[in-house]
């Protein structure tokens, strides 16, 4: 049995190591991609701002409307940063904590690390299973010193 759980817990660990090793790879490839397509948004924003001076040259009649597509632009620009730094911050904390894990910290880098913890958890568990059977065996012997209510 304690091979079995042996081989389940050393299964798990490599599957929670390679599932936050996605998450990370993920994080990183997205804020990459972010990355990429604020450059393209900036250089969008600086042709539009040409094109709205040309037009502005032509016809006055539509420069609110060339003012109001930059002005979108620029906050969707703005928004991408955002978004940008946000991801970056949570790449960074996903680091802190695989690396934690990695260390041992924690109750799951404990879990993760610490083959003995997890034998005893599940022996407790086992312990718990056989102590609800007993009480529902025979629950007179583990109750028998309660009493609903209590006169003086």
Known sequence: MVKIDSSLYSDN??????????????????QELISKRKHDID?????????????????????AEVDSM??????????????????NKTTLSLNDILEKINEGSGTLGKMINDESLYTNMDSLSFNLNE???????????YLKHMRLVEVF
């Not at 599957?15 to 490839?29: A, H, M, V």
């Not at 102590?131 to 012997?141: A, S, Y």
């Open 13 to 30: 660990r490599d599957k929670i190591g390679n599932t936050l090793s996605s998450f990370e790879k993920t994080g990183k490839d997205v």
């Open 43 to 63: 250089s969008m924003i600086v042709s539009m701002s040409n094109v709205a001076q040309n037009f502005d040259q032509l016809t006055e009649g539509n420069k």
């Open 70 to 87: 930059i002005t979108s632009l620029k906050n969707a620009s703005s928004e991408l940063e955002k978004l940008s730094k946000g991801l």
């Open 131 to 141: 102590l609800v059977k007993n009480i529902q065996k025979d629950p007179k012997r």
